[in-house]
């Protein structure tokens, strides 16, 4: 197998438009809103629960993956990824736009309803502009569009870093070399590219055979000085993949223990439990609620 062959196994590169890209999830199930909910009080990306792939702007796309208007509206109001957040509002105002009068009043509510709770300024914006436009297809085509425009630098940098993946396992850069170019890839892209895709192509650096093992430590080391919220997603990822190798888990778990504090370590053992299907994330949910219910105890009887 060449390197060339490989990287197109291993990476997708001829899933959706050569983007590389993760597969879309061949069945959602019910309850695909209320599992958004619970991603969002575990303080996560929100993920597909049958897969538990990450979601991607793609997904809300016409005809890609069918994703209930509910599930739609919650991950505009509660997605971490402001571009999967900003993608969900789309297919919302489209079938709004379709609607009579009458029957389109539902979805001034539900716009106002996302334009309060949205966790992200550029959603409420959008939902804002959607609004006071009444809901013309010009003006939705037009936040779809500068959408567009947002994302496309970024994948053009996902392709080239792409190369440079190609060019390591050809063995014609150095180690060095490769996470110098990682390491601008990340800055390029953060806030910029789907979070989904970035750690779709985290997880196959770990799992390809033709990646050296030392450059697996060097990403990981780099991975422990991300933001806690990102830190915890990819590390998790590679500790539950059956795929990554052991001695590339058991580095991982040993710099996590010489690095990061016991309640970090802990929270991502916990996710790890969840994607590895040791524990459910409802598990997580109690014992937090028990934690908190336990310290306003303790709060309460210090205060007597």
């Known amino acids: 197998m060449t390197a060339q062959t490989a990287l197109k196994e291993e990476f997708s590169l001829q899933d959706h438009g050569g983007a590389g890209h993760p597969a879309a999830p061949a069945l959602l199930g019910p309850g695909l809103a209320e599992h958004f909910v619970l991603c969002t009080k575990l303080g996560r990306y929100l993920t597909f ?13 016409a005809g890609r993956v069918r994703i209930p208007k509910d599930a739609q509206a919650m991950a ?15 297919p919302l105002a489209h079938r709004a736009a379709a ?38 297809e010009v003006r939705i085509k037009e936040l779809e569009a500068v959408l567009g425009d947002d994302l496309n630098p970024a994948r053009q940098r996902y392709r080239q870093f792409l190369e440079v993946v190609r060019m390591l396992i050809d063995g014609q850069l150095a180690a060095g070399s490769f996470i110098d170019d990682f390491i601008d890839f990340t800055k390029s892209v953060a806030g910029r590219l789907d979070f989904g ?4 192509c985290l997880d196959r650096i770990f799992t390809t055979s033709l990646i050296p093992f030392q450059v697996k430590k060097l990403v990981a080391i780099e991975i422990l000085n991300f933001p806690p919220l990102v830190r915890r997603e990819l590390l998790s990822n590679a500790l539950a993949n059956a795929a990554v ?4 888990t058991d ?6 223990a010489m690095h990061l504090d016991k309640e970090q ?11 590895a299907q040791r524990i459910t994330a409802k598990d997580i949910e109690r014992t937090l609620a028990r934690a908190a219910n336990a310290a306003n105890i303790s709060t309460q009887a210090g205060t007597a």
Request: hydrophobic share 45%.
């Open 99 to 136: 609607l009579d009068d009458t029957r389109r009043e539902a979805y001034e509510e539900l716009f106002e309803l996302i334009e309060r709770q949205t966790l992200s300024d550029r959603v409420r914006e959008g939902a804002q502009a959607v609004l006071q436009s009444g809901f013309r």
């Open 251 to 256: 580095f991982i778990r040993h710099a996590i």
């Open 197 to 200: 895709i970035y750690s779709f």
């Open 265 to 275: 370590a802990v929270a991502i053992e916990l996710l790890e439990g969840v994607k």
């Open 49 to 61: 629960q049958t897969s538990g792939r990450f979601l991607i702007t793609d997904d809300f796309a």
């Open 76 to 90: 505009s109001i509660c997605s971490k990824d402001e571009l999967v957040a900003r993608a969900a509002l789309m």
């Open 245 to 248: 190798d052991r001695p590339v």
